[in-house]
Protein backbone atom coordinates (compact mmCIF):
# COMPACT_ATOMS: atom_id res chain seq x y z
CA UNK A 1 0.00 0.00 0.00
CA UNK A 2 0.91 3.89 -0.46
CA UNK A 3 3.94 4.36 2.02
CA UNK A 4 2.94 7.92 2.56
CA UNK A 5 -0.69 9.13 3.67
CA UNK A 6 -1.51 12.82 4.03
CA UNK A 7 -4.20 14.86 5.78
CA UNK A 8 -6.25 16.65 5.08
CA UNK A 9 -6.99 15.24 1.74
CA UNK A 10 -8.33 19.42 1.25
CA UNK A 11 -7.52 22.09 3.44
CA UNK A 12 -8.97 25.98 2.61
CA UNK A 13 -7.90 28.98 4.64
CA UNK A 14 -7.96 32.15 4.00
CA UNK A 15 -5.21 34.76 2.96
CA UNK A 16 -2.83 35.25 6.21
CA UNK A 17 -3.72 32.26 8.22
CA UNK A 18 -1.41 29.51 8.51
CA UNK A 19 -1.52 25.82 7.48
CA UNK A 20 -0.74 22.35 8.35
CA UNK A 21 -0.55 19.79 6.24
CA UNK A 22 0.63 15.81 8.12
CA UNK A 23 2.39 13.16 6.33
CA UNK A 24 2.43 9.62 7.77
CA UNK A 25 4.65 6.62 6.49
CA UNK A 26 5.41 3.23 7.22
CA UNK A 27 8.87 2.27 6.69
CA UNK A 28 12.11 3.65 7.60
CA UNK A 29 13.37 6.39 5.80
CA UNK A 30 16.68 8.24 5.07
CA UNK A 31 14.35 11.30 4.74
CA UNK A 32 11.77 12.75 3.90
CA UNK A 33 10.72 15.81 1.16
CA UNK A 34 8.36 17.74 0.69
CA UNK A 35 6.65 19.17 -2.49
CA UNK A 36 4.59 21.83 -4.43
CA UNK A 37 2.39 20.92 -7.65
CA UNK A 38 0.27 23.94 -9.17
CA UNK A 39 -2.14 22.32 -10.98
CA UNK A 40 -1.39 20.84 -14.18
CA UNK A 41 2.14 20.96 -13.56
CA UNK A 42 5.23 19.53 -12.15
CA UNK A 43 6.19 18.72 -8.58
CA UNK A 44 9.04 21.50 -7.30
CA UNK A 45 11.11 20.73 -4.41
CA UNK A 46 10.45 22.49 -1.35
CA UNK A 47 12.18 21.34 1.59
CA UNK A 48 14.06 17.92 3.41
CA UNK A 49 14.33 16.57 6.57
CA UNK A 50 17.05 13.87 7.28
CA UNK A 51 15.49 11.03 9.82
CA UNK A 52 18.29 12.61 12.59
CA UNK A 53 16.49 15.75 12.33
CA UNK A 54 13.53 16.64 14.38
CA UNK A 55 12.68 20.43 12.68
CA UNK A 56 13.84 22.46 9.71
CA UNK A 57 12.42 25.91 8.80
CA UNK A 58 13.10 27.40 4.80
CA UNK A 59 11.16 31.07 4.40
CA UNK A 60 7.75 30.55 5.65
CA UNK A 61 8.00 26.81 5.97
CA UNK A 62 8.52 24.43 9.29
CA UNK A 63 8.92 21.16 8.65
CA UNK A 64 8.63 18.35 11.68
CA UNK A 65 9.89 14.86 11.84
CA UNK A 66 8.89 12.10 14.41
CA UNK A 67 10.38 9.05 13.53
CA UNK A 68 8.93 7.54 16.48
CA UNK A 69 5.82 7.85 15.23
CA UNK A 70 6.65 8.06 11.34
CA UNK A 71 5.32 11.16 10.85
CA UNK A 72 5.60 14.45 9.62
CA UNK A 73 4.00 17.72 9.49
CA UNK A 74 4.36 20.99 6.81
CA UNK A 75 3.61 24.23 8.20
CA UNK A 76 3.00 27.50 6.11
CA UNK A 77 2.78 30.71 7.61
CA UNK A 78 1.33 33.92 6.67
CA UNK A 79 -0.26 32.11 3.71
CA UNK A 80 -0.57 34.00 0.38
CA UNK A 81 -3.19 33.25 -2.49
CA UNK A 82 0.06 32.42 -4.64
CA UNK A 83 0.46 29.22 -2.36
CA UNK A 84 -2.80 27.61 -3.77
CA UNK A 85 -1.00 24.16 -4.46
CA UNK A 86 -1.31 20.55 -3.79
CA UNK A 87 1.63 19.63 -1.80
CA UNK A 88 3.11 16.05 -1.29
CA UNK A 89 5.19 14.24 0.90
CA UNK A 90 7.77 11.78 -0.56
CA UNK A 91 9.71 9.65 1.53
CA UNK A 92 13.33 8.30 0.77
CA UNK A 93 12.67 4.53 2.58
CA UNK A 94 16.03 3.16 3.60
CA UNK A 95 17.37 0.53 1.27
CA UNK A 96 15.26 1.28 -1.53
CA UNK A 97 17.66 2.42 -4.08
CA UNK A 98 17.13 6.29 -4.90
CA UNK A 99 13.27 5.34 -5.43
CA UNK A 100 11.44 7.77 -3.54
CA UNK A 101 7.60 7.49 -2.59
CA UNK A 102 5.09 9.77 -2.62
CA UNK A 103 1.96 10.42 -0.42
CA UNK A 104 -1.84 10.79 -1.56
CA UNK A 105 -1.28 14.98 -1.05
CA UNK A 106 -3.20 17.86 0.39
CA UNK A 107 -5.06 20.32 -1.56
CA UNK A 108 -4.26 23.35 -0.54
CA UNK A 109 -6.82 26.54 -1.35
CA UNK A 110 -6.35 30.06 -0.50
CA UNK A 111 -8.75 32.34 -0.80
CA UNK A 112 -8.39 36.49 -0.43
CA UNK B 1 13.46 26.28 -12.28
CA UNK B 2 15.16 22.58 -13.51
CA UNK B 3 16.38 22.00 -16.42
CA UNK B 4 13.81 19.37 -17.74
CA UNK B 5 11.42 19.38 -20.64
CA UNK B 6 9.01 16.71 -21.48
CA UNK B 7 7.15 16.91 -24.92
CA UNK B 8 4.67 17.06 -26.18
CA UNK B 9 2.50 19.32 -22.97
CA UNK B 10 -0.50 17.59 -24.17
CA UNK B 11 -1.71 14.99 -26.68
CA UNK B 12 -4.83 13.77 -27.95
CA UNK B 13 -4.65 10.78 -29.98
CA UNK B 14 -6.97 7.55 -30.87
CA UNK B 15 -6.48 3.81 -29.69
CA UNK B 16 -4.10 1.64 -31.19
CA UNK B 17 -1.54 4.50 -32.42
CA UNK B 18 1.98 4.10 -31.49
CA UNK B 19 3.14 7.39 -28.97
CA UNK B 20 6.22 8.60 -27.79
CA UNK B 21 6.52 10.70 -25.01
CA UNK B 22 9.98 12.69 -24.61
CA UNK B 23 11.75 13.79 -21.38
CA UNK B 24 15.47 15.85 -21.56
CA UNK B 25 17.52 17.39 -18.73
CA UNK B 26 20.57 19.73 -19.43
CA UNK B 27 21.37 18.96 -15.72
CA UNK B 28 23.68 15.81 -16.56
CA UNK B 29 21.66 14.12 -14.24
CA UNK B 30 22.18 9.88 -14.07
CA UNK B 31 19.22 9.21 -12.37
CA UNK B 32 15.95 9.97 -14.44
CA UNK B 33 12.00 8.47 -13.25
CA UNK B 34 8.97 8.05 -15.36
CA UNK B 35 5.52 8.77 -13.00
CA UNK B 36 2.33 8.57 -13.74
CA UNK B 37 -0.65 10.58 -11.95
CA UNK B 38 -4.23 10.86 -12.37
CA UNK B 39 -5.78 14.25 -11.64
CA UNK B 40 -5.97 14.62 -7.85
CA UNK B 41 -3.94 11.49 -7.14
CA UNK B 42 -0.62 10.39 -5.69
CA UNK B 43 2.66 9.66 -7.87
CA UNK B 44 2.83 6.54 -9.46
CA UNK B 45 7.07 5.23 -10.09
CA UNK B 46 6.05 3.35 -13.60
CA UNK B 47 9.76 3.41 -14.81
CA UNK B 48 13.25 4.62 -13.66
CA UNK B 49 16.84 4.82 -14.92
CA UNK B 50 20.39 4.84 -13.28
CA UNK B 51 22.23 5.57 -15.94
CA UNK B 52 23.26 5.25 -20.00
CA UNK B 53 21.89 1.44 -20.82
CA UNK B 54 20.30 0.90 -17.28
CA UNK B 55 16.33 1.18 -17.45
CA UNK B 56 14.15 -0.85 -14.26
CA UNK B 57 10.32 -1.34 -14.41
CA UNK B 58 8.64 0.52 -11.07
CA UNK B 59 6.26 0.35 -8.43
CA UNK B 60 3.21 0.36 -10.49
CA UNK B 61 2.72 -2.31 -13.56
CA UNK B 62 2.98 -0.28 -17.12
CA UNK B 63 2.59 -1.62 -20.70
CA UNK B 64 5.05 1.44 -21.44
CA UNK B 65 8.91 0.60 -22.54
CA UNK B 66 11.33 3.05 -21.94
CA UNK B 67 14.58 3.46 -23.51
CA UNK B 68 18.36 5.16 -22.28
CA UNK B 69 20.67 5.63 -25.08
CA UNK B 70 21.64 9.34 -23.96
CA UNK B 71 22.39 10.72 -20.32
CA UNK B 72 20.00 13.67 -21.22
CA UNK B 73 17.36 11.51 -22.95
CA UNK B 74 14.64 9.24 -21.43
CA UNK B 75 11.75 8.66 -24.04
CA UNK B 76 8.47 6.62 -23.15
CA UNK B 77 6.64 4.34 -25.47
CA UNK B 78 3.41 3.12 -26.15
CA UNK B 79 3.23 0.75 -28.47
CA UNK B 80 -0.89 0.54 -28.45
CA UNK B 81 -2.35 3.44 -26.90
CA UNK B 82 -5.79 2.58 -25.01
CA UNK B 83 -8.47 4.72 -23.16
CA UNK B 84 -6.95 3.24 -19.66
CA UNK B 85 -3.46 4.98 -20.61
CA UNK B 86 -5.61 8.61 -20.31
CA UNK B 87 -3.50 10.06 -17.43
CA UNK B 88 -0.58 12.75 -16.54
CA UNK B 89 2.85 11.59 -16.88
CA UNK B 90 5.72 13.23 -14.96
CA UNK B 91 9.33 13.05 -15.77
CA UNK B 92 11.86 13.33 -13.02
CA UNK B 93 15.61 13.30 -12.68
CA UNK B 94 18.34 13.40 -9.40
CA UNK B 95 22.01 13.71 -9.77
CA UNK B 96 23.50 10.30 -8.15
CA UNK B 97 26.42 12.52 -6.26
CA UNK B 98 23.34 13.93 -4.28
CA UNK B 99 22.27 11.60 -1.60
CA UNK B 100 19.23 12.90 -0.54
CA UNK B 101 17.50 11.79 -4.03
CA UNK B 102 15.58 15.19 -4.41
CA UNK B 103 14.24 14.95 -7.42
CA UNK B 104 13.83 17.48 -10.36
CA UNK B 105 10.69 17.35 -12.51
CA UNK B 106 9.71 18.21 -15.71
CA UNK B 107 6.27 20.18 -16.35
CA UNK B 108 4.51 16.86 -17.43
CA UNK B 109 2.68 15.35 -20.46
CA UNK B 110 -1.32 15.22 -20.23
CA UNK B 111 -2.22 12.44 -22.76
CA UNK B 112 -5.76 11.57 -23.64
CA UNK B 113 -6.16 8.33 -25.44
CA UNK B 114 -10.18 8.63 -27.15
Known amino acids: SQQGEEDPQALSIQEGENATMNCSYKTSINNLQWYRQNSGRGLVHLILIRSNEREKHSGRLRVTLDTSKKSSSLLITASRAADTASYFCATDPTGTASKLTFGTGTRLQVTL | EADIYQTPRYLVIGTGKKITLECSQTMGHDKMYWYQQDPGMELHLIHY???????EKGDLSSESTVSRIRTEHFPLTLESARPSHTSQYLC?????????????FGPGTRLTVL
Open chain 2, 49 to 55: SYGVNST
Open chain 2, 92 to 104: ASSPSDLSTNEQF
